[in-house]
Each structure stands twice: as structure tokens, then as C-alpha cells.
């Protein structure tokens, strides 16, 4: 008789389901993996752009158009 094979065969069925399950979750992490260290590429080449540009790393961008004292005086 051949039912072990046809136990056998139903097996597989489920552990192409577990397989094909285990690498779309492999292959979702690595992507969100991915999308991580683009997005520290992407800072670290802005922080060197905006050093070149004569800003300093840890130094916050102050408008230099309009004095602060301008503000308070259009409050009035």
C-alpha cells in the first residue's frame, strides 16, 4: 500500500505553504531593513551637503531677513 506517500505528499503541500509564508515574511523585513539604511544614507549625505553649505551640525537655521525685534513690534 502506498499510504505513507500520500501522507507524505500532503506534508509537502503544507511546507511549501510554510516555506513560500517564511520567505514573503524574510522578504518584507529585509525591504523595511532597506528602507532604514536608505533613509540614514540620505541624512548623513544632507548633514555633509548642508556642512559644505556652511552649516555646522548641531546648530539650529535662523532667518537673517527679518531682525528678531520684527516680530514683536507686528504683534502690537
Same mark, same amino acid.
Given at each position: 500500500?502506498?499510504? %505513507?506517500?500520500?501522507?507524505?505528499? $500532503?506534508?509537502?503541500?503544507?511546507? #511549501? @505553504? $510554510?516555506? +513560500?509564508? +517564511? @520567505?514573503?515574511?524574510?522578504? @518584507? =523585513? !529585509?525591504? #523595511?531593513?532597506? !528602507? +532604514?539604511?536608505?533613509?540614514?544614507? @540620505?541624512?548623513?549625505? &544632507?548633514?555633509q #551637503?548642508? =556642512?559644505?553649505?556652511? *552649516? !555646522?551640525?548641531?546648530t *539650529?537655521?535662523?532667518?537673517? $531677513?527679518? %531682525? %528678531?525685534? $520684527?516680530?514683536? #513690534?507686528?504683534? &502690537?
Amino acid at each position: 500500500m502506498k499510504l %505513507p506517500l500520500l501522507f507524505r505528499r $500532503d506534508r509537502t503541500v503544507i511546507k #511549501r @505553504a $510554510d516555506v +513560500q509564508d +517564511q @520567505a514573503e515574511k524574510v522578504l @518584507a =523585513e !529585509s525591504l #523595511r531593513m532597506l !528602507s +532604514q539604511v536608505c533613509t540614514k544614507v @540620505a541624512d548623513l549625505i &544632507e548633514t555633509q #551637503r548642508l =556642512e559644505r553649505a556652511g *552649516y !555646522s551640525h548641531n546648530t *539650529y537655521l535662523r532667518r537673517l $531677513d527679518n %531682525p %528678531p525685534g $520684527d516680530v514683536e #513690534r507686528k504683534k &502690537e
